[in-house]
């Protein structure tokens, strides 16, 4: 039996692209975990993603999106016909505006849309104009592609799916807040108290409180318990060390709770995480 015809049409830091023809050989992609996100545009059958135990289910002509940073499986249906684009938000965004915003809208895109399924003519254009591209490499393709891709980034920033952070960058309440987001960024393995960033920009800790949830769309101390995982999830990638290391260098006091925070991020534990991020796409 054929197995599952994969192309590396492209490699690059910025996009990746695979065609899949799926058979009963080899129809599955095991949890795995990658930091770019994917776009699988089904031209026929259909395609399952299942993230935190929940399935999401695409059909012929639809796209399912997963986040950058989002464990995840992908089953395609016997005979299916489905092409996986993989790309990096950072390289096609303003990384001076977005380094101090990088965990708060990295927060609101992963936490609050993991995977999505679009039914839309235009991003499934899009995602096909970047495979005819690498495909038939006719002249000035690289600007074809880049073309494609900054619809497929403005589909997202206009749905929601996505938060552009050039553009919530001039917002008056953000401006106010950005020394506390930056301190938290720089700060995370201290014992960060709330008065102490209410007080960096002149709020009471209520008035912090509120403006910094309807700003950010999470609580101070979920925004700093996420930047700590973010963090975490690097060094399970990059270093050998134990759990209990991890969990104190990220500023834990106590492994046990890491492990749960870690779980309710990621539905997982820290070590199950760290057995499957070497299988990355």
Do not use: W
Request: charge should be neutral; glycine fraction near 4%.
């Amino acid at each position: 039996m054929k197995k599952a015809k994969e192309l590396n049409l492209i490699n690059r830091p910025t996009v990746r692209t695979f065609l899949y023809v799926a058979d009963t050989d080899s129809p599955k992609t095991a949890l795995h975990y990658h930091s770019e996100m994917e776009f699988i545009a089904v031209y026929e059958g259909s395609v399952s993603c299942t993230v935190r135990g929940e399935k999401y289910v695409a059909n012929e002509g639809e796209v399912l999106f997963v986040n950058s940073g989002v464990p995840h499986s992908v089953d395609r249906q016997n005979g299916s016909r489905v092409l996986h684009v993989q790309l990096s938000e950072l390289d096609y965004t303003d990384a001076e505006k977005l380094s101090d915003l990088y965990y708060a809208t990295l927060y609101k895109s992963q936490v609050i849309a993991p995977v999505k399924i679009f039914n839309s003519e235009k991003l499934f254009s899009a995602i096909d104009e970047i495979y005819r591209e690498t495909e038939e490499k006719l002249p000035a393709s690289s600007a074809f592609i880049r073309s494609g891709i900054l619809r497929i980034l403005a589909h997202l920033y206009r749905d929601g799916t996505l938060y552009n952070a050039e553009e919530i960058f001039n917002t008056r309440e953000l401006q106010k807040l950005i020394p506390a987001i930056r301190y938290i960024n720089e700060n995370y393995v201290e014992n960060i108290a709330l008065e102490t960033v209410s007080e960096l920009i002149g709020f009471d800790q209520s008035y912090f409180c509120r403006v910094f949830k309807s700003t950010v769309g999470t609580t101070f101390t979920e925004y700093l318990n996420f930047v700590k995982i973010l963090k975490a999830e690097e060094k399970l990638l990059d270093t050998r060390d134990a759990i209990f290391d991890i969990s104190r260098s990220v500023g834990f006091a106590s492994v046990s709770y890491f492990n749960r925070i870690f779980k309710r991020f990621r539905n997982c534990s820290p070590r199950f995480y760290r057995s499957v991020v070497s299988l990355r796409a």
